[in-house]
């Protein structure tokens, strides 16, 4: 059974930072390209950055230069460290496999609040 497990959410005053990890199992992690999305309340949910399995990576207009997205293959893990978070950052974020079959997590929730 596939399984993708979002941790590192959580509260932070505006300027902070998180790191998001996801551990997907299951599934032969270092053949997967995988991708970070999140939705806010009343929104479309929204691609925010991919990561190829060579660690090429795309990133949303809007995060560009606050976030990054890694993997660790080793570590069966994709990462997105988020710095300078704003209010507007404020969403369900999940994971995904974005090569083969789609797989997503179930989310952890960031709230960006003063």
């Known amino acids: 059974q596939v399984q993708l497990v979002e941790s590192g959410g959580g509260l932070v005053q505006p300027g902070g930072s998180l790191r998001l990890s996801c551990a997907p199992s299951g599934i032969i992690f270092s053949f997967l390209d995988m991708g970070w999305y999140r939705q806010a309340p009343g929104k479309q949910r929204e691609l925010v950055a991919t990561?190829?399995?060579?660690?090429?990576?795309n990133y949303a207009d809007f995060v560009k230069g606050r976030f990054t997205i890694s993997r660790d293959d080793a570590k069966n893990t994709v990462y997105l460290q988020m710095n300078n978070l704003t209010p507007e950052d404020t969403a369900v974020y999940y994971c995904?496999?974005?090569?083969?079959?789609?797989?997503w997590g179930q989310g952890t929730q960031v709230t960006v609040s003063s």
């Open positions: 995904r496999t974005q090569s083969g079959r789609s797989y």
């Open positions: 990561i190829t399995t060579n660690s090429r990576t």
